[in-house]
């Protein structure tokens, strides 16, 4: 499975990327942020015209 999600990624152009599922917060290298409990503002991250 690792490497059918790796695939896409690399076929995506992204400012960031917000995940879950796992039990964990934390901001990953590549512009990546697994977020369980955090609160996060979408606001900042606006996908742009």
Do not use: C, P, S, T
């Amino acid at each position: 499975m690792h490497h059918f999600f790796q695939a896409i990624q690399n076929r995506l152009d992204y400012k960031k990327w917000f995940f879950g599922h796992f039990h964990r917060d934390i901001e990953l290298a590549n512009n990546q942020r697994l977020i369980y409990n955090d609160m996060i503002e979408l606001e900042n991250f606006k996908m742009e015209d």
